[in-house]
Each structure stands twice: as structure tokens, then as C-alpha cells.
């Protein structure tokens, strides 16, 4: 699972560092109208609105998921070739920047609609995700900062009280790390199979940690997923609140 997560991440990261963003113009094209209507017919009310309270620049984070399933449908193997036609005039060959087109279409379609009391709420929404979002980034960078420097420290650990097995995940000092929002470790979830000793000495080493403070959580949780990088469990869910 964490390397799932570590590929997505990379994934992201590369996507919205890398992609060229396709002219806006585009996806405001009547064409791709009937497919938007038939997106919002097909696609439950829940990531109907999931989609539309999103922030455009954060669109990008459905390209592994929502965009593969538009691409099955409509792109890949023979495609519809009306569509297909379409993009390719417009100077579109990539499947991925086809399918970014059609999301960002819906997305356009979706706003379209909203009342000034919804916008308003939604665009509320939209700027607590990206207090979150700065928050996790953050948190992240400084747990990362403070394995590194603790490493060698670690290796003692590991040297002096062993390990019941060679299982690579069970040299990560903690499988989470509970963080409250005063920046202050609160909690330590060590791996199975790590002994008493082991432990104690972990954690006396992780309880130095300390963070910054953040608004928007009471406690969030951070993970290693490949020594020293950290993910903040919470950006999974950062569209569920309300």
C-alpha cells in the first residue's frame, strides 16, 4: 500500500510539474458537450460533486482514476472517432491530455450552474482544501528532515536491540505518527514484531520531534513511505470534508 501511495505521489508530482496545461478554449467547445452530459448521467452524485468543489489546478489528481475510466471509454483502442477527430484537429494526440480536456469540460459545465450562495460556499471549500494541503506539505517536508538527521541515531537502535526478522519495512522507526495540532507528537504506532526495548528507544528519539503548528485538524497522521518520506494520511480524504 505505501508504495502505492509513493507512486501516486511521484506520479502527481510529475504531472503537475511536467504536463503542458491544453488551451482552455478546448474544453469550452460545444462539441464536447454531449459527453459531459453523458459523464453527469453516469457518474454518481457523490464525485459529482467531489469534481466541482475541487479546485481547477487539483483536477489533475483524477487522472489515475476518473480519467483512466473516461479514457477506457472513449479514447483507448478504437475509441469513438468523432472524439478522437476532434483532438487530433485541435493539435491533441496524447490519450492523457484528451481525457484532462473532457474532465476539465465537466468541471467548467458543473460550476456553470452554481448558485452565488453555493459558489460562495463551495469557494470556502476550495481555500480550507489549500490551508490543508499547505499544512500536510509542510509536515511532510519536516518529518522527512528530521529522519534523515535521526538516521544514524536509528542504526543504533536497530544495532543494539535487533530485529526479529530482515523485513525491510520493520527498519522504518514507526509505522504512524500521530501529530497534534500544537505540532507535538502525541502518539507512536511502531511496526509488529519490534520488542520492547526496540521501541523505547525509538521513541525516545521520535518524541524530540517537533512540528509546526497548524488550524484545520486536531491530529493528523504521518506515515513513511519509503525511508525518510512521509505522507500525511489525511491528503486522501481532503475532499470528504465538508
Same mark, same amino acid.
Given at each position: 500500500m505505501r508504495t502505492r501511495y509513493f507512486t501516486l505521489f511521484l506520479l502527481f508530482v510529475l504531472f503537475t510539474g511536467c504536463a503542458t496545461r491544453p488551451d482552455a478554449k478546448i474544453e469550452k467547445n460545444p462539441f464536447l458537450l454531449p459527453y459531459v452530459e453523458q459523464l453527469e448521467m453516469s457518474t454518481s452524485p457523490a464525485d459529482l460533486k467531489r469534481i466541482k468543489t475541487m479546485a481547477k489546478s487539483e483536477l489533475i489528481l483524477l487522472h489515475m482514476d476518473y480519467g483512466l475510466? !473516461?479514457?477506457?471509454?472513449?479514447?483507448?483502442?478504437r475509441g469513438d472517432p468523432q472524439l478522437l477527430r476532434f483532438f487530433h484537429?485541435?493539435?491533441? *494526440?496524447?490519450?492523457? *491530455?484528451?481525457?484532462?480536456?473532457?474532465i476539465y469540460a465537466l468541471w467548467d459545465d458543473l460550476n456553470s450552474i452554481? &448558485?452565488?450562495?453555493?459558489? +460562495?460556499s463551495v469557494e470556502a471549500k476550495r481555500a %480550507?482544501? +489549500?490551508?490543508?494541503?499547505? &499544512?500536510?506539505?509542510? %509536515?511532510?517536508?519536516?518529518?522527512?528532515?528530521?529522519?534523515?538527521?535521526?538516521?544514524?541515531?536509528? *542504526?543504533?537502535?536497530?544495532?543494539?536491540?535487533g530485529l526479529p526478522s530482515k523485513n525491510p519495512v520493520n527498519r522504518d522507526p514507526f509505522f504512524g505518527l500521530l501529530v497534534g495540532k500544537d505540532g507535538h507528537v502525541q502518539? !507512536?504506532?511502531?511496526?509488529?514484531? +519490534? &520488542?520492547?526495548?526496540l521501541k523505547e528507544c525509538l521513541q525516545g528519539i521520535i518524541q524530540q520531534f517537533s512540528f509546526s503548528e497548524f488550524r484545520d485538524d486536531e491530529v493528523v497522521t504521518l506515515y513513511i513511505v519509503e525511508f525518510p518520506h512521509c505522507r500525511v494520511a489525511e491528503r486522501d480524504t481532503l475532499h470528504d470534508h465538508e
Open positions: 475510466w !473516461i479514457r477506457n471509454k472513449w479514447i483507448h483502442g484537429n485541435n493539435g491533441i *494526440d496524447d490519450p492523457d *491530455d484528451m481525457s484532462m480536456v473532457i452554481m &448558485s452565488p450562495t453555493e459558489r +460562495a %480550507l482544501v +489549500a490551508r490543508r494541503r499547505s &499544512s500536510y506539505e509542510t %509536515l511532510e517536508a519536516q518529518c522527512e528532515a528530521q529522519l534523515a538527521k535521526a538516521q544514524n541515531v536509528f *542504526d543504533d537502535c536497530y544495532k543494539r536491540h502518539q !507512536i504506532n511502531f511496526f509488529n514484531g +519490534a &520488542s520492547p526495548e
